[in-house]
């Protein structure tokens, strides 16, 4: 006999009824990507912590007055939580996210290939430095998708929601962040090896 998952409606429903550990199961479940998404819009690791628990305050009071929506899925709704607050802490007169070359997320370290020498390892750092350059220098929307697609994991589907605009808008940014990336790797003769 096959034990089916609870799913997240269930996880809540027992949570609502004095069940901790159904909480604690569904914190576990997402926590990874609430906070690294986080982190990658605020570019810092005690401000990101600070807005990460803000989001589950949030997601408590909320399931605590009876005010969660059912309608659509719990791992979307604590993501425009999160991209709520980044926003509000930008809007609050804080600088855009910007991907810096001594962050401690990298989206090429969990990449998998052969032990690299240091001559590759050289070359690859400069790789990644030339990257992150040409990425903050994109528009604020196309930088947003390609950090959401290319560093927190996200679906074009998940992007769409989180930043309250069409799929089509979402890819079509993403094509453009392409594309002026190509030009500007063009403008300054870079290639990448």
Not at 17 to 46: N, P
């Amino acid at each position: 006999m096959q034990v089916m998952p609870i799913n997240d409606h269930q996880l809540i429903a027992q949570y609502l009824e004095g069940d901790e550990r159904a909480f604690k199961e569904l914190l576990d479940r997402y926590q990874q990507k609430i906070y690294t998404s986080i982190y990658l819009f605020v570019k810092d690791e005690t401000l990101a912590e600070d807005i990460f628990q803000e989001v589950f305050i949030k997601i408590i009071n909320t399931l605590r007055s009876g005010k969660y929506n059912h309608e659509g899925k719990f791992s979307q709704w604590a993501l425009r939580i999160s991209y709520n607050l980044c926003v509000d802490y930008h809007r609050r007169g804080k600088r855009r996210p910007h991907v810096h070359p001594n962050d401690t997320f990298d989206i090429f370290d969990v990449l998998h290939t052969h032990e690299p020498n240091a001559e590759q390892l050289i070359m690859r750092s400069q790789t990644h430095d030339r990257i992150r350059g040409l990425v903050d220098m994109l528009p604020p929307e196309q930088r947003e998708v390609v950090i959401l697609r290319h560093y927190a994991d996200m679906s074009f589907k998940e992007i769409a929601a989180l930043t309250r605009v069409s799929i089509n808008t979402a890819l079509g940014r993403m094509r453009y962040a392409l594309i002026n990336i190509r030009k500007m790797m063009a403008e300054k003769e870079m290639y990448l090896q």
